[in-house]
Nanobody
Framework: DVQLVESGGGLVQPGGSLKLSCAVSGYTSRNYCMAWFRQAPGKERDWVAN????????RYADSVKGRFTISQGAAKNTIYLQMNSLKPEDTAMYYC????????????????????WGQGTQVTVS
């Protein structure tokens, strides 16, 4: 089965940076739509960004556009989320998600689209 493991969260001051990683193991010969979501206490899980391992497609939520960058490792088995200019409102548990698919465009901002999830990594901006 496919497993996702996030790392890189922590405590950072406003204006600071963090880089999250998501390691993918299991059935990695196929292409995935991969995403980062985040969830603050008492709130819904919100989409942050996604990318397609079969190409260079990326897409971002308006709240993070220009500050966050999603990228892939050379072997397609790791994705990253570089987060710059962090704000207190970015504080949340960040989750990596994946689904084996031929597309990764509009509509892939819903958690329901994704089959595989990591355990999450906490990001606190304070």
């Amino acid at each position: 089965d496919v497993q996702l493991v996030e790392s890189g969260g922590g405590l950072v001051q406003p204006g600071g940076s963090l880089k999250l990683s998501c390691a993918v193991s299991g059935y990695t010969s196929r292409n995935y739509c991969m995403a980062w979501f985040r969830q603050a206490p008492g709130k819904e899980r919100d989409w942050v960004a996604n990318t397609y391992t079969g190409g260079s497609y990326t897409r971002y939520a308006d709240s993070v556009k220009g500050r966050f960058t999603i990228s892939q490792g050379a072997a397609k088995n790791t994705i990253y989320l570089q987060m710059n200019s962090l704000k207190p409102e970015d504080t949340a548990m960040y989750y990596c998600a994946a689904v084996i698919d031929f597309a990764c465009g509009l509509g892939y901002n819903s958690p329901d689209k994704y089959r595989y999830w990591g355990q999450g990594t906490q990001v606190t901006v304070s």
